[in-house]
């Protein structure tokens, strides 16, 4: 027995041996729970409940892994495999790996759903980078031009570029606009908001109008396709819940 180990699904070596139980420790497996959240009102699981039910599917892989090995293990001591009925309920242990793959790779580092794994979702998501960008590049350039030194009104000493709510309310992000003296702000563009003493309005400039409204359409879409993959999720694990229960219980 000395020195026997197995290798788990991450290719580390881990010691086998009478002091070394299963690879179970720090899980709850807590599924009822989880599918409780899907069956109940149709709900839609969100990162944590996903994550844990990778988590458990990662653990019963470790554990079919690990009583493979023990499986070829001799205790020389009474010359009988040990946990002989271990590796027994093990066999019960079916995963559906596909799933178990795609609930892995569904989350990035940052713990957000994946670019790479939902290429939809990485477009968005390029595509509202580029806007803002430009957005911010475009209102940098109107704020150098010399003919705007007249037209701002700083009273406040505030930013230069500051953000309000959308007159359409909702999630949607709001409007950067421009402190700017009330007898330009026609010329302007789109007046969204004043200050308390009326010598300040906050103008959304017209040639951010546009690239903003795409903007927040965008960030719609994004917001609606995430809302489609959480809901996809969800389904496929909905799907395999008598695997799930028949494996991880």
């Given amino acids: 027995m000395r020195g026997a180990?197995?290798?788990?699904?991450?290719?580390?070596?881990?010691?086998?041996?009478?002091?070394?139980?299963?690879?179970?420790?720090?899980?709850?497996?807590?599924?009822?729970?989880?599918?409780?959240?899907c069956s109940e009102d149709?709900?839609?699981?969100?990162?944590?409940?996903?994550?844990?039910?990778s988590s458990m599917m990662n653990a019963m892989e470790d554990v079919q892994l690990w009583s493979r090995s023990l499986e070829h293990?001799?205790?020389?001591?009474?010359?009988?495999?040990?946990?002989?009925?271990i590796p027994r309920i093990v066999n019960s242990i079916e995963l559906n790996t596909t799933l178990q793959v795609l609930l892995e790779e569904a989350f990035d580092n940052?713990?957000?759903?994946s670019g790479r794994t939902f290429p939809v979702l990485g477009q968005l998501r390029a595509k509202v980078r580029t806007l803002k960008a430009d957005i911010l590049a475009t209102l940098d350039s109107i704020t150098?031009?010399?003919?705007?030194?007249?037209?701002?009104?700083?009273?406040?000493?505030g930013p230069l570029v500051s953000e309000v709510a959308s007159a359409s309310g909702g999630n949607s992000g709001g409007r950067l606009v421009l402190p700017i003296d009330p007898k330009y702000a026609s010329e302007m563009g789109i007046?969204?908001?004043?200050?308390?003493?009326?010598?300040?309005?906050?103008?959304?400039?017209?040639?951010?109008?546009?690239?903003?409204?795409?903007l927040r359409q965008i960030e719609r879409d994004l917001e609606a396709e995430e809302a489609r993959v959480w809901r996809s999720l969800t389904d496929q694990i909905w799907n395999n819940q008598y695997q799930l229960r028949t494996s991880i219980q």
């Fill in 5 to 37: 180990y197995y290798k788990n699904r991450r290719g580390i070596q881990v010691t086998i041996g009478k002091g070394n139980p299963p690879p179970l420790e720090g899980y709850s497996f807590d599924l009822e729970s989880i599918l409780t959240i």
């Fill in 42 to 53: 149709g709900e839609v699981l969100e990162g944590p409940e996903i994550l844990e039910v």
């Fill in 73 to 85: 293990i001799v205790d020389h001591d009474d010359v009988l495999p040990m946990f002989v009925e």
């Fill in 110 to 113: 940052e713990g957000r759903l």
């Fill in 144 to 157: 150098q031009l010399p003919s705007m030194k007249s037209k701002l009104a700083l009273e406040s000493g």
């Fill in 191 to 214: 007046v969204h908001d004043s200050s308390r003493s009326g010598k300040t309005v906050y103008v959304e400039p017209s040639e951010i109008v546009g690239p903003t409204n795409e």
